[in-house]
């Protein structure tokens, strides 16, 4: 069975520039999370998605926004990119909203 | 401002020793904990977890320890071994959230080093 699948897997953007990343939740499951990993510090929530529908918004500005698809799948966008985004963008999925989460691998973003 | 706190950013353990690692929250709605570890280029892999009705649960080599009057927890790795070394987060599930575990306030991990 394939796992939590995102793309892609490293990028380059400039800032100001719009990104979007893609991720592909386990077969079944109907909830798909994403989160922000700067360099040292933990993962940090900014939207989940179960059933088509925006459960959940961290403290993020509005910059960042996210949908999910019909078939459970999902895309994070970041629009006017800053030098502070720079971070590994991380997907979480599972069976419903209140089960266990589990990730892939992440997208590694780079803004210069 | 942190709601979960690893303070120490890496550890060092003899191979076939015990590891403890720890954590500690601020919010008392906290109700329900997770460990994950991550190995580089990976995503995070679910470890255990444990209900705040609980003050213990093991699994494996793996045993968490709850205390939430010092609204503390701790992960015992019991033995450790060199596969064991990787990154640790500690989780809770936002009491926001209704408990969901697709919103996970993340503390700043723990570099476990177990060295042969």
């Known amino acids: 069975d394939a796992g939590v699948t995102q793309s892609p897997t490293h990028l380059i953007k400039t800032r100001g520039q719009h990104v979007t990343l893609r991720c592909s939740p386990i077969s079944g499951h109907k909830s798909v999370s994403w989160y922000q990993q700067v360099l040292g510090q933990g993962p940090q929530f900014i939207f989940q998605?179960?059933?088509?529908?925006?459960?959940g918004r961290g403290n993020f500005p509005d910059r960042f926004s996210a949908r999910q698809f019909p078939n459970y799948s999902s895309e994070l966008n970041v629009n006017a990119l800053l030098l502070g985004d720079s971070a590994l963008y991380l997907c979480?999925?599972?069976?419903?909203?209140?089960?266990?989460?589990?990730f892939g691998q992440g997208t590694r973003l780079t803004v210069v | 401002d942190q709601q979960v706190k690893q303070n120490s950013p890496s550890l060092s353990v003899q191979e076939g020793r015990i590891s403890i690692l720890n954590c500690d929250y601020t919010n008392s709605m906290f109700d329900y904990f997770l460990w994950y570890k991550k190995y580089p280029a990976e995503g995070p892999t679910f470890l255990i977890s444990?209900?705040?009705?609980?003050d213990k649960n093991e699994d494996g080599r793996f045993t968490v320890f709850l205390n939430k009057s010092a609204k503390h927890l701790s992960l015992h790795i019991v033995p450790s071994q060199p596969g064991d070394s990787a990154v640790y987060f500690c989780?809770?599930?936002?009491?926001?959230?209704?408990?969901?575990?697709?919103?996970?306030?993340f503390g700043k991990g723990t570099k476990l080093s177990v060295k042969p």
């Open positions: 979480a999925s599972s069976i419903d909203a209140n089960t266990e989460a589990f």
């Open positions: 444990i209900s705040s009705i609980k």
């Open positions: 989780a809770a599930s936002d009491p926001n959230y209704g408990g969901s575990q697709g919103n996970l306030i």
């Open positions: 998605y179960y059933e088509k529908e925006e459960r």
